[in-house]
């Protein structure tokens, strides 16, 4: 991953990214960092990039020509065409799923103002993305830019080791993580919970989901209504079994796969509320909705998927099966035979696109 910043500071940048984990992606060579100074790009004598606002009123207001050549003078040594984000709070607010979505690019470029802002017919211009990181001023966007590229560092390959890679996926249920516990296991009279010490992880696992959504209830009750219960259910044979599992774990820490090949399973009376969210494999459309028949679907949202060699009218077929079923289909898609966690990933994060809109 290549960073550009263009900022009238790139000490500030430069300095903040040298440490830590950041800093150690860049020695390995996994993030390149590339600071641009606007100040280099002033067009006249003092090196002047900022001037009065038409219309009056306080502060200085940064110049279009500066801006324009100093985004322009990266712009034009990347290949591809590149994503410019400006970090301004007049804008959507960063969140988990934005990170994992610029993650995905190989180069981005990042605009940190100034001042009470930029002309806006340069942002016009040259950005693609506008990016805040909450509901509160800052004097400049460097800060905001050093949040944006440590958030999405950690989806950059190599930067986290094993250990720390562990914690990519906290946020990916819109829970709070749980609570964690060292040695020693009384600490100022208060024991470890018992359950962590018994080394059974289906219990532990248990424990901790439980504890996480009482924990997102009490700080952020808001993140609530956004915290689906998952389950994948599949019908057919190997390659949906896997995709419905790789899924599975793609959307949620948390999720259950069910095999609805079993008669067991298509007997029983399955009942779904607003809160679950059904993630459906399909070998055969038809075969799948014949397996659910039984499922009591609530104003429930769902996810349909079919092999890459189904068609449009299949997929059709199967979404129109579903709505009928009382299903609200967000989103399909197709998974191909040789799916893996990353072809699962990148599913899963249009999903969740739609689901939380950001
Ligand atoms: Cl992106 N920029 C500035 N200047 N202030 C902010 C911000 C950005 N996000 C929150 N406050």
Redesign the pocket.
């Known amino acids: 991953m290549i960073f550009h910043v263009c900022t009238l500071f790139p000490e500030m940048i430069e300095n903040a990214c040298a440490t830590s984990i950041f800093g150690r992606g860049m020695k390995a060579g996994h993030i390149r960092l590339d600071t641009v100074n606007i100040r280099d790009f002033s067009i006249n004598n003092y090196n002047r990039v900022d001037d009065y606002p038409y219309g009056g009123g306080a502060g200085m207001v940064m110049e279009p020509e500066p801006i324009f050549r100093a985004v322009k003078s990266v712009t034009d040594g990347c290949e591809k065409p590149v994503r410019v984000i400006y970090?301004?709070?007049q804008?959507e607010i960063l969140s988990q799923t934005k990170v994992e979505e610029l993650a995905r690019e190989e180069e981005l470029v990042l605009l940190c103002?100034r001042y009470e802002g930029i002309d806006e017919r340069v942002l016009q211009e040259v950005v693609t993305d506008y990016?805040?990181?909450?509901?509160?001023?800052?004097?400049?966007?460097e800060l905001?830019a050093l949040v944006l590229m440590d958030a999405v560092a950690r989806f950059v390959p190599g930067v986290l080791n094993n250990e720390e890679s562990s914690q990519v996926e906290s946020l990916q249920d819109n829970l709070l993580e749980y609570p964690q516990y060292t040695r020693p296991e009384v600490w100022h009279g208060k024991p470890v919970p018992p359950v962590l010490l018994t080394g059974d992880h289906k219990k532990i696992t248990a424990w901790r989901y439980a504890a996480s959504r009482q924990r997102t209830m009490e700080r952020r009750p808001d993140l609530m209504k956004k915290a689906l219960q998952v389950t994948a259910m599949y019908t057919g044979g190997e390659t949906a079994a896997k995709a419905a599992a790789l899924l599975c774990d793609a959307v949620s820490n948390y999720g259950s796969v069910m095999d609805y090949n079993r008669n067991k399973l298509k007997k029983q009376i399955l009942k779904l509320g607003p809160g679950d969210l059904a993630v459906f494999v399909a070998e055969d459309g038809e075969e799948l909705l014949s397996a659910i028949s039984r499922m009591r679907p609530g104003n429930t949202p769902c996810a349909a998927y079919l092999p890459a060699s189904a068609t449009e009218e299949e997929m059709e077929a199967l979404c129109a099966g579903l709505t009928a079923k009382g299903f609200s289909v967000i989103a399909s898609g197709f998974y191909s035979e040789e799916i893996d966690e990353e072809e699962a990933s990148l599913l899963a994060l249009a999903l969740r696109k739609i689901l939380w809109k950001g």
Request: proline residues 12%; glycine residues 24%; aromatic residues 6%.
């Open positions: 970090m301004t709070p804008a103002g990016v805040s990181i909450g509901d509160y001023v800052l004097t400049g966007g905001p």
